[in-house]
Structures are given as C-alpha cells and as structure tokens.
C-alpha cells in the first residue's frame, strides 16, 4: 500500500494550493448543480428514477473524491535510503547520468527529481498541481482512477444537462437563468472534452509501460530509428496485458481500487525489454 504523507501534512499542504482547492470546490460545485438543480428540475428528487439517478452519481463523485485524496495524500514514490546502483548498470544508463546533484543520492531507473517538490519520485510521470503532489510509481493507480471517475461523472452530469435542457420548459426570459445555464453548459461540456482527452493519453502511456517524461524523451529515439531504418520500443514496454497489470495489478476486480497496490514492489528495478 502506497505511504501516506500524514494527515496534518494533507490539510497544511491543501491550504497552501489554490489549484488543489479549486479542484475540491469544483467537485462540490458540479455536484450540487447536477443533483439539487439538474437533476431536481428533470425528474424531482422525490421520483424514483431522480433518486436512483441522483445516488449513482453521489456515489461515482464519492468515488472519484476519494481517489483524488489517495492520490494527494501518497507519497508518490521516494527513493529508499537502503537503494545503490549496481555496478554492471543493468538497466542500459550510466551511473553519473543517474546521480542526483540536488538530493545527493543515485537515482534508479525512471527516477526523476521534481523541482516542486524537491526531491526525487520514483518513475515519476509529472507534478500535478490539482492534487498538489508528484504522481509518481505509488499513486500513479489512484490517479488514474481519479481521472476515469472524473471524466464519467463529467460526461454523465452533461447528459442530465442536456436532458433537463431538451425535456423541461425553462423560463429563459430571466436573464441570470439563461447566462446561469450557458455557463453550466461550458464548464461541463470542457470538463468532459479535458478530462476525457487526459484520460485518454494516460491510457496510452499506461499501454506502452511509458511515462509522460518517457514519452518525451521518446520523440527523438524514435527520429533516430526510424532515420537508421529500425523499429523503435520503449525500452519497459512488456505488452499490453502486462503493462495493465503493472499498473493496475493482476486481479481486475480490484483495478478500481485504488489502495489495492499490494501488488507494486519497490519501484527500483523494470525489466528491460531491450536487453
């Protein structure tokens, strides 16, 4: 299971990002507006299908909240203090390249040192400033789950949006009602192309055993080999089954868990397929 940073270091960390706030408050936001007005102006609370609709969604937000505290509240990966390099350098990359100046400590393979956060994330794929924490080789899975929650809640309250627009009358003559609903309609129909498209990459990298740094890097190995004629591969990429597991874990009944991460291992070594 992933560490936890503390609870006190959450709440000190969460006051001191507006991002993270921002992220929260717009939770709560999209929620209210999707369950009390949406969902109560379509069908009415009281009925039995606004019911049933209204606890699927509290219960996907609940869900995706909860996934977004795991991945904010993770240690997303550091280095253990116990870590050397062995001296054959098995994973193809020289010992100076991987030293750390900054932390003073070898890094394993697909360790980066994050300049927010100071200090080095094991297979770190980027700092996410909406969780106010690296997403790295331990909440990596949370993150994900994150975003999946997010991008269903977010296409499911904008169907609920255009029904309650198509099936109801609205008194579009106020003025406040019509900006109100213009409004909603954006910022739903933005989250869901965002968060989607997000999810979307992450998809893709998560196929390919790749990270976001990789995939960077990647560009100009693969100018390289196709220049000479050759077929590039990630180095780490192990196929799509077991790039899946490597993530997820090997039991998909608890792919969307996201503490179910008993199956990550110390987050030093990966096989390299191109040994």
């Given at each position: 299971?992933?560490?936890?940073?503390?609870?006190?270091?959450?709440?000190?960390?969460?006051?001191?990002?507006?991002?993270?706030?921002?992220?929260?408050?717009?939770m709560?936001?999209?929620?209210?507006?999707?369950?009390?007005?949406?969902?109560?102006?379509w069908?009415?609370?009281?009925?039995?299908?606004?019911?049933a609709?209204?606890?699927?969604?509290?219960?996907?937000?609940?869900?995706?909240?909860?996934?977004?505290?795991?991945?904010?509240?993770?240690?997303?990966?550091?280095?253990?203090?116990?870590?050397?390099?062995?001296?054959?350098?098995?994973?193809?990359?020289?010992?100076?390249?991987?030293?750390?100046?900054?932390?003073?400590i070898?890094?394993?393979?697909?360790?980066h040192?994050?300049?927010?956060?100071?200090?080095?994330?094991?297979k770190?794929?980027?700092?996410?400033?909406?969780?106010?924490?690296?997403?790295?080789?331990?909440?990596?899975?949370?993150?994900?789950?994150?975003?999946?929650?997010?991008?269903?809640?977010?296409?499911?309250?904008?169907?609920?949006?255009?029904?309650?627009?198509?099936?109801?009358?609205?008194?579009?003559?106020?003025?406040y009602?019509?900006i109100?609903?213009?409004?909603?309609?954006?910022?739903?129909?933005?989250?869901?192309?965002?968060?989607g498209?997000?999810?979307?990459?992450?998809?893709?990298?998560?196929?390919?055993?790749?990270?976001?740094?990789?995939?960077?890097?990647?560009?100009?190995?693969?100018?390289?080999?196709?220049?000479?004629?050759?077929?590039?591969?990630?180095?780490?990429?192990?196929?799509?089954?077991?790039?899946?597991?490597?993530?997820?874990?090997?039991?998909?009944?608890?792919?969307?868990?996201?503490?179910?991460?008993?199956?990550?291992?110390?987050?030093?070594?990966?096989?390299n397929?191109?040994n």
């Amino acid at each position: 299971m992933a560490r936890r940073r503390g609870v006190a270091a959450a709440v000190a960390a969460a006051a001191t990002s507006p991002a993270l706030v921002a992220a929260v408050s717009l939770m709560a936001l999209v929620y209210y507006y999707t369950v009390f007005v949406l969902l109560d102006h379509w069908l009415g609370l009281g009925t039995t299908a606004g019911a049933a609709h209204a606890a699927a969604f509290s219960l996907l937000l609940a869900a995706c909240f909860f996934s977004f505290l795991c991945a904010a509240a993770a240690d997303p990966g550091s280095v253990p203090s116990a870590f050397s390099p062995d001296a054959e350098d098995p994973q193809g990359q020289g010992l100076k390249s991987r030293y750390c100046d900054k932390c003073c400590i070898h890094k394993p393979a697909r360790t980066h040192h994050c300049k927010v956060c100071k200090r080095c994330i094991l297979k770190m794929d980027h700092h996410c400033v909406w969780i106010n924490n690296c997403v790295g080789y331990t909440n990596y899975k949370a993150f994900i789950i994150c975003v999946l929650n997010a991008t269903i809640g977010s296409l499911y309250s904008s169907v609920i949006f255009v029904c309650d627009l198509l099936r109801t009358e609205h008194d579009f003559s106020i003025h406040y009602v019509k900006i109100i609903h213009i409004l909603a309609g954006v910022v739903l129909f933005s989250l869901s192309l965002t968060i989607g498209s997000l999810l979307c990459w992450h998809i893709y990298l998560i196929c390919h055993n790749m990270t976001t740094i990789e995939y960077r890097e990647a560009v100009r190995a693969k100018w390289l080999a196709k220049k000479s004629g050759q077929k590039y591969r990630h180095r780490f990429d192990q196929g799509m089954r077991k790039n899946i597991q490597m993530i997820m874990g090997p039991n998909v009944f608890c792919w969307l868990c996201p503490t179910a991460t008993g199956h990550l291992k110390d987050g030093t070594e990966f096989q390299n397929t191109n040994n």
